[in-house]
């Protein structure tokens, strides 16, 4: 039985140094500071933790959020090893107004790309698609659908900011449903009582248990109203049921009232995902304002927790991994509890960013965070690791 190794990080602006008109000019460009000199550190620094992964085993799937443009992409795929045969999946520029995009990074040798496309989230202003790619697994032929999430910001509050994760977790679980629910056209031509056709119910689990696999940087905890109530993200298996158990369940929501029959309850229904992080909690990917939060997430269908088509997910090798880019990588001389020109000791256990020197708009330097020097660290985020077990 072969794994494969799967991860996602948030690499925190992977800009280029060209010049547009939007977006990066307003902070990585070269007069501020962010030239190829520094540009090329920052990839060094990313490709070092991606290759040591999986207990240096490196991913053989990678989904990556705030990658401005495909040659980014492209740039940081060249410092990764070779053996591994990896390619950029269709990088597409969405309409974010920072310039930031999500892509997904596969091996060769395990993977064949059958489709790409981005789900647009119907905002009022621009802002990340979601990606959704549809995979072979060479092994043994299985698919797998995976999405790669970058939601709205926490930036101007979290409350304030909330309606707009919500809004694209809608837009997510649309999309989900998509690949998990047959259209209504087809479902006209089934019998009414679904649950007294084996057929029928065989058709409809068999969509129903299709392998997916989301991944990426939510904004938002597993508990938070847009992942647990608007994307069905539960930490309860005993909620993700099989139709046959769905049309019999005593909670199955029924519209309209006393008229109601299978095939009203199959549209109505929403599907539940499974959400891979709730044993991390307390632990974090991202420290934000007061401590670490965890929202970097691999949440799954039912299909892929139980294994039932050739794919499983496997829940004891979740893993944030912290082992190269913490604070603790640093001179202990760097840290004081007492001293304003050294870092609190509490950073040692949350990402350690990406400082260089920038230019100020009057052409002065700023100055680094205290112990810090010119080109240190990674990411903001941890990267988080998934096993799927191959059967």
């Given at each position: 039985m072969g794994k494969v190794y799967t991860s996602f990080w948030n690499v925190s602006n992977l800009f280029d140094t060209s010049l547009t008109s939007i977006g990066s000019d307003i902070e990585f460009i070269p007069s501020r500071g962010w030239n190829t000199i520094v540009k090329n550190k920052k990839i060094e620094n990313l490709a070092k933790t991606i290759s040591s992964l999986h207990k240096e085993q490196g991913p053989d799937l990678l989904g990556l959020c705030e990658v401005e443009t495909e040659s980014m992409a492209s740039e940081l795929l060249a410092k990764l090893p070779l053996e591994k045969e990896y390619a950029v999946a269709d990088y597409l520029d969405g309409p974010d107004v920072r310039g930031i995009d999500t892509c997904l990074l596969y091996s060769r040798k395990k993977f064949r790309l059958n489709s790409l496309r981005g789900y647009n989230a119907n905002l009022r202003y621009p802002t990340r698609d979601i990606l959704v790619a549809n995979f072979t697994l060479l092994e043994n032929n299985s698919e797998l659908t995976v999405f790669v999430n970058h939601w709205p910001s926490r930036a101007g509050g979290r409350y304030e900011t909330e309606p707009w994760r919500i809004a694209v977790a809608e837009n997510c679980a649309r999309a989900v449903e998509e690949i998990l629910k047959i259209d209504q056209k087809d479902l006209e031509n089934l019998p009414v009582d679904l649950r007294y056709d084996e057929k029928a119910l065989s058709q409809l689990n068999q969509k129903w248990n299709r392998n997916i696999l989301l991944m990426g940087d939510f904004n938002d905890n597993p508990y938070d109203r847009s992942v647990l109530n608007y994307l069905h993200a539960t930490p309860d298996k005993n909620k993700l049921l099989n139709w046959d158990e769905i049309f019999y369940h005593p909670s199955l929501k029924r519209w309209p009232t006393n008229r109601q029959t299978d095939k009203h309850n199959y549209l109505f229904y929403q599907a539940y995902l499974f959400n891979c992080m709730w044993s991390k909690i307390p632990d974090g990917t991202i420290h934000y304002i007061d401590g670490l939060d965890l929202f970097?997430?691999?949440?799954?269908?039912?299909?892929?927790?139980?294994?039932?088509?050739?794919?499983?997910?496997?829940?004891?090798?979740?893993?944030?991994?912290?082992?190269?880019?913490?604070?603790?990588?640093?001179?202990?001389?760097?840290?004081?509890?007492?001293?304003?020109?050294?870092?609190?000791?509490?950073?040692?256990?949350?990402?350690?960013?990406?400082?260089?020197?920038?230019?100020?708009?009057?052409?002065?330097?700023?100055?680094?965070?205290?112990?810090?020097?010119?080109?240190?660290?990674?990411?903001?985020?941890?990267?988080?690791?998934?096993?799927?077990?191959?059967?």
């Open positions: 970097d997430q691999f949440i799954v269908s039912r299909g892929l927790l139980h294994g039932t088509q050739k794919l499983k997910i496997n829940l004891d090798e979740i893993n944030i991994n912290k082992n190269t880019q913490m604070d603790h990588n640093l001179p202990e001389t760097s840290f004081d509890v007492r001293d304003r020109n050294k870092i609190h000791p509490m950073y040692k256990h949350v990402p350690m960013r990406y400082e260089y020197q920038r230019i100020r708009q009057n052409g002065e330097f700023e100055d680094l965070s205290p112990g810090r020097t010119i080109f240190t660290g990674y990411s903001d985020h941890f990267p988080i690791e998934c096993t799927i077990e191959v059967l």
